[in-house]
């Protein structure tokens, strides 16, 4: 073996640039938010935490896209995924609203991110086995967005978010749990993205961007909480009779998987 075909059989060290930038813009708009939240500025934190969710929805389709999928991409993604989805929430949250709430309140936060550790922990070990239909549990990014949009609207109507801690806390637990639930909730990953749709679609996508950009903070609320909603609900309706292993613990069970 020549030392060129010797050279050419190793494989190349490093990481691929492209992806894990966005994975990076993504944990940095993640720890923007924390620092957003300590300063006051909720409404900025919010809308970072947002922005991390585009981004970490950009990283893995333009791995796949480019062929860049890699293990370390795989790992640097979740990592990031705690920091945007799991500790920036539940800071925010805190600092709005359950800060002046005692042990309540960090116990409330401190649900919120245990719960998304072990959401991305439990994804991470069924990559490749799970329904690719359903997210068992709710998304943690979505978790996150609902956080992120009853801030962003308490500050859009100038709520002070110390009033409301018991209700928060409330919606921050609840919110955690449900990422460790074994509710199903559609992941819209059959929806064929390539495939041609009629003009009135792209007129009415046209439509739902002019009602985002006049009112982002009700409409990103209403659908978040709508979302995050319907994990019961479609859990319910495909079971034949609604056991414990349908919410949480083993889902082994042979009707929940019918």
């Not at 805190?94 to 800060?99: F, V």
């Not at 959401?119 to 990559?127: E, G, H, Y």
């Not at 034949?240 to 042979?254: C, F, I, Q, W, Y």
Request: net charge neutral.
């Amino acid at each position: 073996m020549t030392d060129k075909q010797a050279s050419d059989s190793t494989p190349t060290r490093g990481i691929y640039l492209l992806p894990n930038l966005l994975t990076t813009a993504g944990l940095f708009s993640g720890f923007y938010a924390v620092v957003s939240s300590m300063n006051g500025h909720f409404a900025s934190a919010a809308v970072a935490i947002f922005i991390a969710m585009i981004f970490d929805g950009l990283d893995g389709r333009v791995a796949r896209m480019t062929n860049t999928q890699s293990e370390f991409g795989a790992e640097y993604d979740s990592m990031a995924d705690m920091v945007s989805f799991g500790i920036a929430p539940g800071l925010v949250a805190y600092n709005w609203a359950l800060s002046g709430m005692g042990k309540f309140g960090w116990l409330a936060a401190f649900i919120f991110v245990a719960c998304a550790a072990l959401r991305l922990a439990r994804f991470n070990t069924q990559v490749g086995v799970a329904d690719k239909r359903y997210f068992q549990g709710l998304a943690s990014p979505a978790a996150a967005g609902v956080i992120a949009s009853v801030v962003w609207a308490g500050t859009e109507y100038q709520l002070q978010g110390q009033d409301y801690g018991i209700i928060m806390g409330a919606i921050t637990i609840i919110t955690g749990l449900l990422m460790v639930s074994n509710f199903r909730y559609n992941s819209f990953k059959e929806v064929d993205w390539k495939g041609k749709v009629p003009f009135v679609v792209v007129l009415l996508i046209v439509l739902i961007f002019v009602v985002v950009a006049s009112s982002p903070a009700e409409l990103l609320l209403m659908i978040f909480v709508l979302y995050a909603a319907s994990g019961p609900v479609t859990t319910i309706r495909s079971v034949k009779k609604l056991k414990l292993e349908h919410v949480v613990g083993d889902d082994h069970d042979e009707d929940f998987k019918n």
